[in-house]
């Protein structure tokens, strides 16, 4: 019994073509839309969104960029900007400091694992935090809200004290 090469080529081609399929489709929905909306740690300045809120964060001279996520608990902390907030750093993971006023984190997903590069907002004590440095802990019932990621200047961030005074703005230009 012969077989033609004909079927196994057309279900080789078949598997290839959904394959290619597959990958345009899935680099199409992560250059669309970065972590549904959201910069990611690593991102360039210029590679995020268009409709991106970048803001700047200013302390003693020196200064970072960070880009905040597309979601409702952001944009009500960039509604507060500008801010001057007092950042402390207890444990050497996280410069944090209470806002002015708390965020509504209803129906927001929580994060439990924050990530090094990564700004949240922790509910119920009304801390702003960045983190830094990755310890290897968890956050306890109810998680942290990420508001955005760094983009530049996580490591004077890092090294900018155990208490200093900070100044978030917008952005003044798309490309910082």
């Known amino acids: 019994m012969t077989t033609t090469p004909r079927p196994t080529f057309r279900r080789w081609a078949g598997a290839v073509l959904a394959a290619a399929s597959l990958v345009g489709v899935l680099a199409g929905c992560s250059l669309a839309s970065p972590g ?3 910069a990611s740690p690593n991102m360039s300045p210029t590679s995020a969104s ?7 964060l200013r302390f003693g001279d020196q200064s970072a960029a960070a880009t905040l996520a597309d979601t409702p608990a952001a944009r009500e902390f960039a509604a507060m900007l500008p801010l001057e907030l007092t950042l402390r750093d207890p444990m050497g993971q996280a410069k944090s400091g209470p806002l002015p006023r708390p965020i509504d984190v209803s129906g927001v997903q929580p994060v439990f694992d924050p990530a090094v ?3 949240y907002y922790s509910a119920p004590s009304g801390t702003f935090a960045i983190f830094h440095d ?4 968890s956050v306890p019932d109810p998680g942290l809200v990420r508001l955005g990621a760094v983009d530049t200047g996580l490591d004077r961030i890092a090294d900018a004290g ?10 003044e230009h798309p490309a910082f």
């Open 162 to 171: 155990s208490r200093f005074t900070i100044q978030i703005d917008l952005a």
């Open 117 to 119: 590069g990564q700004i």
């Open 50 to 56: 268009m409709d991106a809120v970048r803001i700047v």
């Open 36 to 38: 549904a909306g959201l």
């Open 134 to 137: 990755d310890l290897g802990q």
